[in-house]
């Protein structure tokens, strides 16, 4: 079963990238949203442009701050029928540099969160007999580059997670997800690091949204557990 057009999406990990193109499909399509991102200045101008959207200033990787948030959510809003999370703490560095507060943040962030969220929202889940969770990893879930010693080990247990639960929960009417980015995400910080790259060179966060709006409507007869999302010319 797909999910409803009112059933209420979190979105988890809200900037100016994939999660404002997240918040803003899924709110195109008719859902309820919620915003949550650490500060309320990142939550805010989404607020103002999507009628009806409520944001939430959360720490994912804080046990304390997942709880109050979703008790929030639930109290203002309903239950949760869709959670797309796009929290992630991009540390990157070598294992000769790598700080051991970077490895736990990223940890943290991509993992440790990722459960939290996810358990706040699979009681009412189960109860309704259908929901989607979407994870948005990285290729680095896959292999450990040289300069991703905190960063490929986090999204590598996001992976693991995210598969341990769609075999639990697949079985529950739950569809649990992993959309694998394999690119540069078009955000103003990438264009001003890699001016020279043309339009086609990075990833568009609409488009990385839509595929995640178009898991939630799958059938499920065939559902999608991976789904990988890359540039046409990016080399893999």
């Not at 948030?69 to 809003?77: S, V």
């Not at 769609?166 to 569809?175: F, Q």
């Not at 709006?213 to 990988?228: I, K, N």
């Amino acid at each position: 079963m797909a999910t409803t057009r009112a059933d209420v999406a979190v979105i988890a990990g809200v900037g100016p990238g994939n999660g404002a193109a997240l918040a803003r499909r899924f709110a195109a399509a008719g859902h309820p949203v919620a915003l949550l991102a650490r500060s309320h200045e990142s939550l805010a101008p989404l607020e103002r442009e999507i009628a009806g959207a409520r944001g939430y200033p959360c720490d994912v990787g804080s046990a304390e701050d997942v709880t109050r948030t979703f008790a929030a959510i639930h109290a203002d809003m309903g239950d949760v029928g869709v959670l797309i999370h796009n929290a992630g703490a991009g540390r990157f560095g070598g294992i000769e540099s790598v700080t051991p507060a970077d490895f736990e943040q990223a940890w943290r962030t991509n993992a440790y969160g990722a459960l939290l969220c996810a358990q706040q929202v699979i009681p009412a889940m189960k109860a309704a007999g259908h929901g989607a969770i979407v994870y948005v990893g990285a290729t680095a879930s896959r292999r450990g580059g040289p300069n991703s010693a905190a960063f490929a080990p986090a999204k590598a247990a996001q992976r693991a997670l995210a598969e341990s639960m769609a075999r639990s929960l697949w079985p529950a009417g739950i569809h649990v997800c992993l959309i694998v980015v394999d690119g540069i995400v078009d955000l103003p910080r990438t264009r001003a690091a890699m001016p020279d790259q043309p339009d086609e060179f990075f990833i568009q966060p609409a488009a990385v949204a839509d595929i995640a709006y178009q898991l939630t409507r799958q059938h499920r007869s065939a559902w999608s557990f991976e789904v990988e999302a890359r540039p046409f010319g990016e080399r893999w």
